[in-house]
């Protein structure tokens, strides 16, 4: 039996989902025979982890200091081991701009695109060369914030009138934001999951809306909204081909013990452009890891055991 | 620690399962507007004025313990009895009493005791609603208000207001179209008194206006009426009931802002036919409200001069709402409007256009300070721009710098985007609905609607300070 402490809530605005992802793990972690240490994250992180002095952490969390990087460098400087990738990989991911640009010039297709800085417009004038970027990207463009996880701040801009309105929503979550070719396809997650440490593909989650054009944050997380479909029904080409470029993003950002990566299968022309990857994915009842590790025989006992297995043994 | 000794939680196949067996309504509940942000504005760092939390504080605990012990030597086995679904007669007298200060007399008889105010719409909508059926609200209308009409699967129509409440002439045509259209209007929602979330006042005209009409088309009026006691200025005006005389209004109020939300103690007066159908509701929802409560608050008015308490509350909350009003002019920047309540919780403030205030709210919040964004009092997509601000539940000091941190995060949106829109301002949009449609709204009836005109009707009349245009901003 080992002492497992489980970090979760934190201060992000995902706060509400990382407590539901472990308030699962939780009890996974207690039904696979470990003691389990509740760290609502907060001012006491690290004066709780001193005291509890714990065998490994299970990072729960989702979104700013929980998935970028922060808790991570704690864990490193305070010597505890801990799920999923390390401070460099989780830098990585949390910012869409760094990832994007890895992607593009390691040559994997994700969408065209720009990225800003605030100042970049209130100092250098940035907002001129907007007419250069929309006709480049043509509209409609996805404008997001550079380091949010959720859909939370991600609008459509249709035409260029609405690119100011867009781009002061994606300032609220982040000094930094991209303008994005919009993808119109189908919304696919590639979950991965190491085996020995090696990593391998889970099958694949198609999120289908159910109602609005977009799935919005609210319906990523309710029952009944989106509808989820896995493995997700494609050309076994398609698959495939799916798998292998997250498998080749997992690599590049040096990811470890589990991720997911976010694609679009473009309608037109049936290409694959990856979009974004996150270090750690939801674990809530309707996640698309914990699904489709589901789909592959792996229950949720089973896939947080495999996720600690690797901490537990170093 | 024992292993296993926690049930295990639902599994992704459960939940499959239940997604089956959810009832078609589910689909169209609205989780109160954006839950998971709005959970983070409960933190205790955070100055919310995203409540409507009337102040308890000032209650003193031993009223309260020594109320508690009457309550347990004259009626301790009461108390902790059913009671009868309509609510005890004891309660009943001193309901009529509230009501009469508020010029309506009442047969204790004729009321219906219920668990909070909120309950009386739900049992309106129980007793009225069929799927589809049509309930007119003012746009905004009280957000909690929203989850119970979609619950019911109502089809809401809003009607715009302006400072003299809901616009009549709006209402009209809204009538005319239903009837064309041959939709099925049930009941008309209405806050006229310091309007949640709007903070204005329905016109002595406009009342007497929507009772004849009510009256002439035999159609029936929700009066919620929680906050007419708390008048901060002016002079009250009758309550829709009593120019109707209990025809076609349904009359409903509450302890909450009186007394205390804690007790969950309302009620409603109805023409009889539909208070007996409601009761029957209230029978199959929860029997009766709470035995406790009603003998505590029964207790409380035999006490002594109720209103003297109602009194303290109301110097309280004028000098926050004041406390705010100033605030607002102080730091919010001239593009944003707000209105000027004479009473009641809340003040309701209009962004320009291009704000989002589900985005600001996020933007708030890393400042810790929080308010509703106006999305919640809307179901047709309207309000993008518009927040909710709740004077009553915090004190001045956190008011003054809750509003001051609200203000700087929109000076900042606004700066922003003037620096954008400054290289290209001829393609501009000057006014109007939130451009970036993200999320493309639908009625309660399922055909997608235009996103409507910003409310400016209501931003119009009440402006402080009055709005100019920017040099060079177009």
Not at chain 2, 20 to 45: G, I, N, Y
Not at chain 2, 382 to 401: T, Y
Request: glycine share 8%; proline share 6%; with cysteine.
């Amino acid at each position: 039996m080992s002492r497992v402490a489980v970090l979760k809530g934190g201060r992000s605005l995902e706060r509400q989902v990382s407590l539901k992802s472990g308030g699962r793990v939780e009890d996974a972690v207690e039904r696979l025979g470990h003691e389990v240490i509740s760290i609502d994250v907060g001012a006491d992180l690290v004066a709780r982890l001193s005291s509890e002095a714990p065998d490994a952490a299970f990072v729960a969390l989702h979104g700013r200091d929980g998935e970028d990087g922060t808790v991570q460098e704690l864990l490193e400087v305070m010597g505890i081991p801990y799920t999923g990738s390390g401070v460099s990989a989780c830098i990585r991911m949390a910012d869409k701009v760094l990832s994007k640009h890895a992607m593009r010039d390691r040559g994997i297709p994700t969408p065209d695109f720009f990225a800003f800085s605030e100042t970049a417009f209130r100092e250098l004038g940035a907002a001129q060369a907007l007419p250069a970027i929309e006709e480049r990207l043509k509209f409609p463009i996805v404008v997001k914030p550079a380091g949010q996880g959720s859909a939370l701040g991600i609008k459509f801009a249709r035409t260029a009138a609405d690119i100011p309105a867009a781009l002061v929503a994606a300032f609220s979550y982040d000094r930094k934001v991209l303008l994005e070719r919009h993808v119109t396809g189908r919304d696919l997650a590639v979950s991965i999951l190491d085996e020995g440490g090696v990593p391998r593909p889970l099958p694949i989650v198609e999120a289908v809306p159910q109602q609005e054009d977009f799935y919005d944050f609210e319906s990523r997380y309710e029952i009944g909204r989106t509808r989820f479909v896995c493995p997700a029904s494609l050309d076994d080409a398609v698959t495939e081909r799916a798998s292998e470029l997250a498998l080749e993003v997992y690599a590049l950002l040096g990811c470890s013990g589990f991720g997911r990566v976010d694609l679009m299968l473009e309608r037109d022309t049936d290409a694959l452009y990856v979009l974004e990857a996150n270090a750690i994915p939801g674990l809530t009842e309707t996640s698309l890891l914990p699904q489709a590790a589901d789909a592959a025989g792996i229950g949720f006992d089973a896939l947080v055991a495999r996720i600690l297995e690797t901490v537990l043994s170093r | 620690m024992n292993p296993g000794s926690r049930p295990p939680r639902s599994t992704v196949r459960d939940i499959e399962r239940y997604a089956s067996l959810f009832a078609e309504r589910t689909q169209v509940m609205k989780s109160s507007a954006m839950r998971d942000l709005m959970a983070l504005t409960e933190r205790e760092d955070v100055i919310s004025l995203a409540g409507g939390l009337p102040d308890t504080s000032t209650f003193p605990p031993e009223s309260y313990a020594s109320l508690m012990r009457t309550v347990a030597a004259e009626c301790c086995a009461r108390a902790l009895q059913y009671g009868p679904t309509e609510g005890f007669s004891r309660l009943k007298r001193c309901i009529a009493e509230v009501m009469s200060a508020e010029g309506m007399e009442i047969d204790p008889d004729d009321l219906l005791v219920t668990t909070g105010g909120q309950q009386v719409i739900d049992l309106v909508c129980k007793t009225l609603i069929d799927p589809g059926d049509v309930i007119v609200a003012e746009a905004p209308t009280y957000p909690g208000a929203v989850p119970t009409f979609c619950a019911y699967q109502a089809d809401v129509v809003q009607v715009t207001m302006d400072r003299d409440g809901m616009r009549i002439d709006q209402l009209l045509e809204t009538l005319d179209e239903l009837d064309r259209t041959g939709r099925r209007l049930k009941f008309i929602y209405t806050v006229p008194n310091f309007h949640n979330p709007a903070g204005v006042t329905m016109s002595l005209q406009r009342r007497r206006d929507l009772v004849r009409i009510a009256a002439e088309r035999e159609l029936l009026v929700l009066e919620d009426n929680p906050y007419g006691l708390l008048r901060y200025e002016g002079t009250a005006l009758p309550t829709l009931r009593s120019l109707d005389g209990g025809e076609f209004v349904i009359y409903a109020s509450t302890f909450s802002k009186i007394l205390s939300p804690g007790v969950r103690l309302g009620w409603t007066a109805a023409p009889p036919p539909v208070l007996q159908k409601m009761s029957i509701g209230k029978q199959s929802a929860d029997l009766c409200s709470s035995s406790v409560s009603q003998c505590f608050v029964a207790a409380y008015f035999d006490s002594g001069p109720w209103h003297e308490y109602v009194r303290s509350l109301i110097e309280i909350y004028r000098r926050r709402r004041d406390v705010m009003l100033d605030s607002l002019a102080e730091h919010f920047p001239r593009e944003a409007e707000w209105t000027h309540p004479e009473g009641g919780l809340f003040i309701w403030a209009t962004m320009p256009a291009y704000i989002d205030t589900n985005d600001l709210l996020a933007r708030a919040l890393e400042e810790h300070v929080a308010f509703v964004p106006g999305r919640a009092a809307f179901v047709d997509g309207r309000g993008g721009s518009a927040m909710r601000l709740n004077f009553s539940g915090v004190g001045e000091d956190d008011i003054r710098e809750g509003i001051r941190r609200i203000g700087e995060v929109v000076r900042e949106q606004v700066d922003l985007y003037d620096t954008l829109t400054g290289a290209r301002a001829a393609a501009m949009p000057q006014t109007g609905a939130d451009p970036v449609t993200a999320h493309r709204q639908r009625s309660a009836g399922g055909e997608e609607r235009e996103p409507l005109q910003e409310d400016a009707e209501l931003a119009k009349v009440l402006r402080l300070p009055a709005k100019r245009k920017r040099a060079g901003s177009g």
